[in-house]
């Protein structure tokens, strides 16, 4: 089982030290993988509800700093040797792909290979109406831009057209050192993001790690595959079920689960260390 740690670049790790202290400790106790978050803008006063949360409140608040995730990931990377650099989410639709391959080619050379891209498709409507995306458009425009980011990472350069992107053959360079490309990995805790993972995802991260309501989403993930003529087991599944002993890793093993995720353990730079150790020792060294 691999181990990731979510949350790792919003609010009081915006801060360099903090941040650098989490990210360095992850790696030497042997997390696999760091996820960061992204909203571009927090609209004042939105009304949309945040869906995972039971109360609809956005974890931080309005004001809570979220750094770019992509630059936030390329500073992990200039300290780190082997933590594999994700995000989770990155809201695909809001964003040019054209942009997103460039960048992302070029964090998976800078990193030796490690980049995950973790994509949704968003659930702040009025965020999204102020970068000029129409929220009903949200979904149909995420699978688009998969596609066009992976023509743009392909070895030649060949044209691409689509209903919202359209170009002719293109260079976009460099190219990943993943082939064929860097992992996309699917993220939402609904039907649409289960069937949209055997669409176009490498892997598929659901929020929530909740038994009640994961075994529904592989089904649907599944039938999906079904329909394209796809494997399912080719879709790495990462889950966070919130508190993790090894009991706990056994049974996610047992669904086809192959990374868990947990939250930083504390918001200090003394706190993290010992959590993450204790992590480490308790459940790491005896099912990682």
Sequence with gaps: MKFGLSFATAGPFADPDLFETLVLTAEEVGMESIWAVEHVVLPQGFQSKYPYNKDGRFP??????????????SYAAAMTKNIRLATGIMILPQRNPLYVAKEWASLDVLSRGRAMMG?????????????GVPFKERAARTEECVRAVRSLWKDEPE?????????????SNPKPVQK?????????????????????????????????????????????CDKLGRKPEEIELTVAPGQIDPGK??????????RLMISPPAMDAEGIKRGLHEFADAVIAKTG
Excluded: Q
């Design 180 to 224: 064929p490309g860097v992992p996309i990995i699917v993220g939402g805790n609904v039907e649409g993001a289960a069937r949209r993972a055997a669409r176009v995802g490498d892997g598929f991260f659901p929020a929530s790690g909740s038994m009640k309501t994961l075994p529904a989403l592989l089904d649907a993930m599944r039938d999906e």
């Design 119 to 131: 994509i949704g498709i968003g659930w702040l409507k009025e965020e999204m109406e102020v970068v």
């Design 60 to 73: 931080g608040g309005e004001k809570a700093p979220i750094p770019d995730p992509v630059v936030a990931l």
């Design 159 to 171: 044209a691409f057209k689509g209903k919202y992107f359209n170009w002719g053959p293109l260079n």
């Design 249 to 258: 890793v056994s049974r996610y093993e047992d669904i086809g689960a192959s």
